[in-house]
């Protein structure tokens, strides 16, 4: 799958061309652009989850991990969607079991060490092996539905860093969460906890087809 940027000639429906047109209007404020054919799944699937009252209304927030980009590149975006503009762009590791520098592998099961894909909600926080850190509620079925009780979380970590990148040629891997640096994390998860839309995007056609949240939304949610 072509998954570099672009936006469509031609929006298939009004849902796509208000896609289409809050993409056009956000502030990415210097920050790496996020490819338009995962912002638009993105958003999809937060529309559906909102429909079905599965977010926090209060917080109009997306954080959409780009799991086709290589882990040397600020691959994490949080978006206020209210606001229009780019909260955050960095770093985030891939699981250990999921690739090296690119991702390739992902997975539900306990002791993979892979990461999953596909749409959470943000929890509560708590303070563990890494600190300061976000409990995750995995919403696809059979792709991260398992992702609590596999303790898949959003942390700090030394090895997420520009760095380590020098030292040793890609950024360091987790056991599966998508963690980010010791720097960035407090205010991250601050921003993002108790009940804000997380996506970890890959264009494995599998999921693509099979997931619940991106079927196509009507133009009411929008």
Request: aromatic letters at 12%; hydrophobic letters at 30%.
């Given at each position: 799958?072509n998954?570099t940027?672009?936006?469509p ?5 009004i849902?796509?061309?208000a ?7 956000i502030d990415f404020?210097?920050s790496?652009r ?9 958003m999809?699937g ?10 926090n ?7 959409v ?7 040397n ?6 978006i206020?969607l209210?606001?229009k503009?780019?909260l955050?762009?960095t770093?985030v590791?891939?699981?250990?079991g999921?690739?090296?520098?690119h991702?390739?592998y ?6 993979s ?6 749409f959470y909600v943000?929890?509560?926080?708590y ?9 995750l ?13 596999r303790?898949?979380?959003v ?5 997420v ?12 891997r ?7 640096s010791?720097?960035?994390?407090p205010?991250l998860?601050d921003?993002?906890k108790?009940g804000?839309?997380?996506?970890i ?14 079927h ?6 929008m």
């Open positions: 799958m998954v940027a672009h936006e000639d031609a929006p298939v429906s849902t796509s061309n896609i289409s047109s809050l993409y056009r209007q404020n210097g790496e996020l490819d338009y054919y995962v912002f638009m799944n993105a999809t937060y529309l559906n989850l909102k429909a079905e009252h599965k977010l209304d209060g917080k109009k927030l997306i954080t991990c780009d799991y086709s980009l290589s882990a590149k600020k691959r994490l975006w949080v206020d209210q606001a503009k780019v955050l762009n770093y590791a891939h699981g250990q999921t690739g090296e520098e991702a390739k992902f997975s539900n099961k306990e002791g060490h892979k990461s999953s894909l596909g943000t929890g509560d926080t303070h563990g092996q890494h600190g300061l850190s976000l409990y509620h995995g919403m696809d079925q059979g792709y991260n539905s398992a992702a609590y009780e303790t898949i979380v942390h700090g970590a030394g090895y860093s520009s760095d380590f990148i020098a030292g040793t040629g890609r950024l360091g987790s056991w599966g969460c998508p963690a980010v010791n720097e960035i994390a205010q998860i921003m993002t108790g804000t839309c997380l996506f995007f890959y264009p494995e056609q599998k999921y693509l087809a099979d997931s619940h949240w991106l196509t939304v009507d133009e009411q949610k």
